[in-house]
């Protein structure tokens, strides 16, 4: 049985809604990659530079340097081939092109870890999020703290009006809901924290 001459490659997807630790989870395991000496590339959107423009960014301010590409297309020019580890971070702005490059990447023995949000701001399936999930060796979902009650959230609720599918923000713009606390679009105003009148 020496079919297996070297290491295999695989695709890791760690999906979720905002706050729910995705990006923490990337930046764990992308360290633990470095600790066993591999080495990594790290790769996120151009449309998402809200914290920094060379790394990525935790909400608890874990950071890790990453390089910022326009589209995915761009992983492969700039991939050393020596690289071992791929992690890509809000793989939800890179669109479908992503799913066959991630798949090239394992295919040629890179361990390819992709972050993202796995419903948008309707609580739709946010592409190309659920064909990676259908192509990957491994799927964690992480869930966040509802803002309005407590419960697991697996909801992105959006407070500010906007019909764009793409509206980046963070704290102020967004916020964690469980199923029964998410209102899809955007949430009555008067339920919402900051819009009603202080008390003393
Ligand atoms: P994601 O990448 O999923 O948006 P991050 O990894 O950037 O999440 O941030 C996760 C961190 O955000 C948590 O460890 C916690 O400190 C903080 N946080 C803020 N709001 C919430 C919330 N509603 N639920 C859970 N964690 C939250
Ligand atoms: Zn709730």
New binding site residues.
């Given amino acids: 049985m020496d079919f297996i001459t070297g290491h295999i490659g695989w695709i890791e997807v760690v999906c ?10 990337l930046i764990r395991r992308l360290r633990r990659a470095l600790i066993a000496r591999k080495r990594v590339q790290v790769f996120k959107p151009v449309i998402d530079v809200r914290y920094s423009a060379d790394e990525i ?4 301010d ?1 950071r890790m340097k990453s390089e910022v590409i326009a589209k995915p297309q761009e992983i492969l020019q700039r991939l050393d081939w020596r690289t071992q580890v791929v992690g890509i ?1 809000e793989a939800n702005f890179m669109g479908p092109e992503l799913v066959d490059i991630s798949q090239q990447l394992a295919d040629s023995g890179k361990q390819v870890i992709i ?1 993202g949000l796995d419903t948008d701001y309707m609580g739709r399936p946010f592409i190309p999020i659920p064909d990676l999930l259908c192509i990957a060796e491994s799927i964690t979902k ?1 869930l ?4 309005r009650c407590g419960n697991p ?1 697996k909801h992105t609720q959006r407070l500010v009006e906007s019909t764009d599918l793409i509206a980046v923000g963070g ?1 102020g713009m967004y ?2 809901r469980c199923r029964r606390c998410f209102e899809p679009g955007l949430p009555k105003q008067e339920l919402l924290e900051f819009a009603r009148p202080k008390r003393d």
């Avoid at 729910?20 to 989870?25: I, M, N, P, V």
């Avoid at 966040?144 to 803002?147: E, P, R, T």
């Fill in positions: 979720g809604p905002m706050f729910s630790g995705k990006s923490e989870e960014v935790s909400h608890a874990t971070d972050a992480t966040a703290i509802c803002l959230a704290m916020e964690a």
